[in-house]
């Protein structure tokens, strides 16, 4: 049974209840089943739960010091260091570099399909991520489309297999990072040496001058304007950058794929609308002449689709959002009454105590999400979204620590679906039509991969 499953059970056992908990290992950790408490503990009281528990602490890797680890004081300048690097006109930049990539992915997988025969649709959008992402965040090429053994990719895909002992160490890593450390177990993987080691070369180009408008230029820019944000500070030296750059090679490269993946099983499964949504690609490729940054982001059924998938099948958004764990700080806090205490509740606080939250239970929970089995793309259409019920919906958080890079993931999944949507009619793969997931305890992604049969299109 999947990590989310067994959470959706105690959910829907404790479906009365506000909050419940759960023990990891010997560590108790509250459970936040209510969108007006997550509204306080991710919004309103924010300041009091910045901190999200380590993804393994340990003095000089390159992992303590990623964004997403990082903790106070910390946290809030890099972030405020970072944040001009994902504005909107930093995407609309990066938007060709993305075509160029899903250009290739397109011909690539219809190459590979032939005459009705399945393509494995995540290994392919692996390689696509992997590209875009190296594309994007070094300027490097690294072909994994067209490489037989694609090195980046096999890396990252690695990094994210976690099963078996690995799954244990890096549990051990974050529940027990003490005993973790002691034992003498290294926090950065290989595949975080193999990526540091590469992101070194890259910034030391750049310091020769070298400039392409992708993340690294951006990074190095914001390191460069850090006096400006934070005078007096310094945040940004080149350990930190690097770091970021690791990460978003990481990060990057599952939650896009494994996004991507769903997407594509969801619209060969749904025949109608994957109609539907080839019907308004072509009306945008008739109005601007191709795929481009204001048609992609105009277009309302293409988001629709991409936010039901994600509320109702793409359960890696939630493993990535069961790993959020807010740390309290060890200060009196702010809740409306001023005592340390869930709102509405008896529960006190204490300094150190975890909160999480069961979101793919919530993107699921029927009281929210009327029929939440079936696929209704409509829910999220304009005219419907106000009935969505606020905080029951966040595949990316919400608040001040919610995805920096939200943006350029949503517009990444728009293009590539886009491309692959104008170019083949996708249909389930016989013997493939369910999916399977991997049981671990950090990602939920397809066991199997997602099998499809892709038939090109004529071009209109
Ligand atoms: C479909 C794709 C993605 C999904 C669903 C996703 C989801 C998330 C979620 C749920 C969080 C935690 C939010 C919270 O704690 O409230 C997060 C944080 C983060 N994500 Fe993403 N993400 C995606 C893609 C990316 C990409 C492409 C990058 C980098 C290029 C990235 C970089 C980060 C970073 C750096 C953080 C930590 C932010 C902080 O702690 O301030 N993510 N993401």
């Not at 260091?81 to 075509?99: A, D, E, Y």
């Not at 005459?115 to 290994?123: G, L, Q």
């Not at 608040?399 to 350029?408: D, E, H, Y």
């Amino acid at each position: 049974m999947s990590h989310t499953d067994f959470l959706f059970q105690f959910y829907r056992q404790l479906r009365n209840h506000k909050i419940w908990g759960i023990y990891e290992f010997f560590t108790p950790s509250l459970m936040i089943a209510d969108p007006e408490l997550l509204k306080h503990i991710l919004v309103k009281d924010f300041e009091h739960f910045a901190d999200r528990r380590m993804f393994g602490d340990q003095k000089g890797s390159v992992m303590t010091q990623m964004l997403f680890n990082k903790h106070g004081e910390e946290w809030k300048n890099l972030r405020a260091v970072m944040t001009p690097t994902f504005s909107s006109g930093k995407m609309r930049n990066m938007f060709h570099l993305i075509c160029e990539k899903a250009d290739i992915l397109v011909s690539f997988s219809l190459k590979k399909a032939g005459k009705n025969m399945p393509v494995d649709m995540r290994d392919m959008f692996g390689r696509f991520t992997m590209d875009t992402i190296a594309s994007c965040a070094f300027g490097i090429e690294c072909n994994s489309l067209s490489d037989s053994k694609p090195v980046f990719a096999k890396n990252a895909e690695k990094f994210f297999n976690i099963r078996g002992l690995r799954a244990l160490k890096m549990a051990m890593m974050m529940c027990m990072p003490k005993l973790h450390n002691f034992l003498g177990l290294k926090v950065d993987s290989p595949e975080i040496e193999f990526f540091t080691k590469l992101s070194k070369d890259n910034v030391a180009a750049r310091e020769k001058g070298e400039r392409r408008g992708d993340f690294l230029d951006l990074l190095l820019e914001a390191q460069a304007s850090e006096k400006d944000i934070h005078p007096g500070k310094k945040v940004f030296g080149e350990h930190t950058l690097v770091a970021q750059s690791v990460s978003f090679l990481m990060a990057g490269y599952d939650t896009t794929a494994t996004a991507l993946a769903f997407c594509a099983f969801v619209m060969a499964k749904h025949h109608q609308e994957q109609k539907r949504l080839r019907h308004e690609m072509q009306g945008l490729i008739k109005e601007y002449g191709s795929v481009t940054y204001q048609g992609i982001m105009e277009a309302k059924y293409l988001d629709a689709v991409l936010m039901v998938i994600f509320a109702e099948s793409l359960e890696v958004l939630v493993m990535a959002l069961e790993a959020l764990h807010e740390e309290v700080k060890p200060l009196g806090l702010g809740f409306p009454d001023s005592r340390p205490r869930i709102p509405d509740t008896d529960v006190i606080l204490k300094p150190g105590d975890l909160v999480q939250f069961p979101l793919w239970s919530l993107h699921h929970d029927p009281q929210y999400w009327p029929a939440a089995e079936e696929f209704k793309v409509e829910r999220f259409l304009p005219e419907n979204k106000d009935n969505i019920h606020s905080f029951t919906h966040m595949p990316f958080g919400m608040g001040p620590r919610s995805c920096i890079a939200m943006r350029f993931a949503v517009m990444e999944i728009k293009i590539a679906l886009a491309q692959l949507i104008l170019a083949a009619d996708l249909k389930l793969a016989p013997g493939h039509e369910h999916l399977e997931f991997q049981a671990s305890p950090f990602f939920l992604r397809p066991k199997e991969g997602v099998m499809l049969i892709l038939t090109p299109l004529k071009k209109e």
